[in-house]
Nanobody
């Protein structure tokens, strides 16, 4: 069984910063890509950022330049540093880890952590 647990969400004013953390544990043989999705009120879930096992990163245009994704392979953790937050960043943020080559393939999800940005 694999557990994926996020933390670090909360309420922040516009312009502020948050750092989200995600830790994977359990019977997962190997982790390839790790990433963050988010789902805002009334919106579909969208991919925010990914990081491969080699450290290659990608970002959605909506967060590019304001966010940094990083990982600690030994600890099976992925972090998302978000700066200059905007009200439109308000969403539940989900961590996903996959063993395959793409974040969009089968994987393991966390339960989500709420981020609320007030104007």
């Amino acid at each position: 069984q694999v557990q994926v647990v996020e933390s670090g969400g909360g309420l922040v004013q516009a312009g502020g910063s948050l750092r989200l953390s995600c830790a994977a544990s359990g019977s997962i043989f190997s982790i390839n890509t790790m990433g963050w999705y988010r789902q805002g009120p009334g919106k579909e879930r969208e991919l925010v950022a990914t990081i491969s096992s080699s450290g290659s990163t990608s970002y959605a245009d909506s967060v590019k330049g304001r966010s940094t994704i990083s990982r600690d392979n030994a600890k099976k953790m992925v972090l998302l540093q978000m700066n200059s937050l905007k009200p439109e960043d308000t969403a539940v943020y989900y961590c996903k880890v996959v063993s395959g080559p793409t974040i969009r393939g089968p994987g393991y999800w966390g339960q989500g952590t709420q981020v609320t940005v007030s104007s």
